[in-house]
């Protein structure tokens, strides 16, 4: 994980990120059957996330280690899960893969939370009576996302 040059310095030394990052290898190091991480990378600048990311999917999947791993931060979550758990108040709304939540969402919390472009809004959200079937689609939300918000 690219923690040697920290081998010689105190904890109390060490930076936000540096203290994430050396409790995680400390914590790979060991024989465990599930690891419960949350949001291992917070403190992290955008580069050093994406790098600490892979390496650490990477790793878990070559020594084939249970993982949960919490975030707020859904190009995370898409990125780094092989199956999500999305959560609201507490409560699990939703689990599946990413491209089976991504395709049939189960509500608008959930719509809401996953987006596969960068920069777009996730989903717009329009009342069915609005549109031109109009009664069909009385009491319906109708969620519309934009595929390529750069205008591609």
């Known amino acids: 994980m690219g923690l040697a040059y920290l081998l010689d310095r105190k904890p109390t ?59 707020h931060d859904h190009h995370e979550a898409l990125l780094s899960a092989d199956v999500l758990a999305l959560m609201d108040c507490g409560r699990i709304e939703q689990v599946g893969t990413p491209q089976e939540i991504y395709d049939a969402p189960k509500n608008t919390c959930v719509a809401g939370f996953l987006n596969v472009s960068t920069g777009g809004p996730p989903i717009s959200p329009i009342d069915g009576s609005s549109m031109p079937q109009g009664e069909a689609l009385a009491h319906t939300w109708v969620g519309v996302r934009s595929k390529h918000p750069e205008g591609a």
């Open 13 to 71: 030394t060490l930076w936000g990120g540096e203290k994430q990052r050396v409790a995680l290898g400390r914590c790979i190091t060991r024989d465990a059957s599930v690891f419960l991480v949350d949001e291992p990378f917070a403190n992290l600048d955008q580069a050093l996330r994406e790098k600490y990311r892979v390496n650490l999917k990477r790793l878990l999947k070559q020594f084939n280690i249970t993982t949960v791993y919490v975030t």
